[in-house]
């Protein structure tokens, strides 16, 4: 069965400095990942998706499949980034679409 | 454009009682709508499939009698909460997929803002 995991609960950094939120997959298929954003108060909303290769907001994020990762990063981080994260692998063939998410990581981006 | 909407927002039941919750697509048409829990600060659960005109497809673990799910028309999917209990109390989240956009190749879910369901 597929399995998104994001290994850190909470992630605090300063205004301008990198951040790095992790995010790693097990499927046995070929894996379409995302990242999901949930700032506070607001839906869910996708950030980015892997096949696009597109960067929003200056994060970006690369699948490794070797290491079956798909980490989001950001050189340098400001406080509007403060929100939940959440790792999604879309599973079932794309004619099915259905998305599994890891356990998320709450980024909190002090000034 | 892309808009999920929710109702309730929130809502208050008694142990015992059924409750209904709506998502609808605003300004797309979606065959496919999906059903997920989320418990406070922790990931959303898939709950189920909604497919217009048939049956929803439910994730293993989760009782069909107990979480009816309806896709009468492209824009609507209704979630009832039947005999409700309080371990049902939960934030319970729709999103939605463009018809149009999945007939050429885009998956991506469109989210709804929610549903708060206390149950006491």
């Known amino acids: 069965a597929q399995r998104v995991t994001q290994p850190e609960k909470l992630l605090s950094v300063f205004k301008g400095a990198p951040v790095e939120l992790k995010c790693n997959y097990s499927?046995?298929?070929?894996?379409?990942l995302f990242w999901y954003v949930q700032y506070s108060r607001q839906r869910l909303q996708l950030l980015l998706r892997?096949?696009s290769r597109e960067s929003i907001k200056g994060f970006t994020a690369d699948l490794n499949k070797g290491e079956t990762s798909f980490h989001l990063k950001k050189p340098f981080a400001q406080e509007e980034d403060s929100a939940m994260y959440y790792c999604?692998?879309?599973?079932?063939?794309?004619?099915?679409?259905?998305?599994?998410f890891g356990q998320g990581t709450i980024l909190t981006v002090h000034p | 454009g892309a808009v999920v909407s929710q109702h309730p927002s929130w809502v208050i039941c008694k142990s015992g009682t059924s409750v209904k919750i709506e998502c609808r697509s605003l300004?797309?048409?979606?065959?496919?709508m999906f059903w997920y829990r989320q418990f406070p600060k922790q990931s959303l659960m898939l709950m189920a499939t909604?497919?217009?005109?048939?049956?929803?497809?439910?994730e293993q673990g989760v009782e069909k009698d107990k979480f009816l799910i309806n896709h009468a028309s492209l824009t609507l999917s209704t979630l009832t909460v039947t005999s409700a209990h309080p371990e049902d109390s939960s934030f319970y989240i729709c999103?939605?997929?463009?018809?149009?956009?999945?007939?050429?190749?885009?998956?991506?879910?469109?989210f709804g803002p929610g549903t708060r369901l206390t149950v006491t």
């Open positions: 892997h096949i």
């Open positions: 300004d797309f048409q979606a065959t496919t």
């Open positions: 499927y046995s298929g070929s894996p379409e």
């Open positions: 999103s939605a997929r463009d018809v149009w956009l999945a007939g050429r190749g885009s998956y991506e879910q469109y």
């Open positions: 999604a692998l879309m599973t079932g063939g794309t004619s099915y679409g259905k998305l599994t």
């Open positions: 909604s497919n217009e005109g048939s049956k929803a497809t439910y």
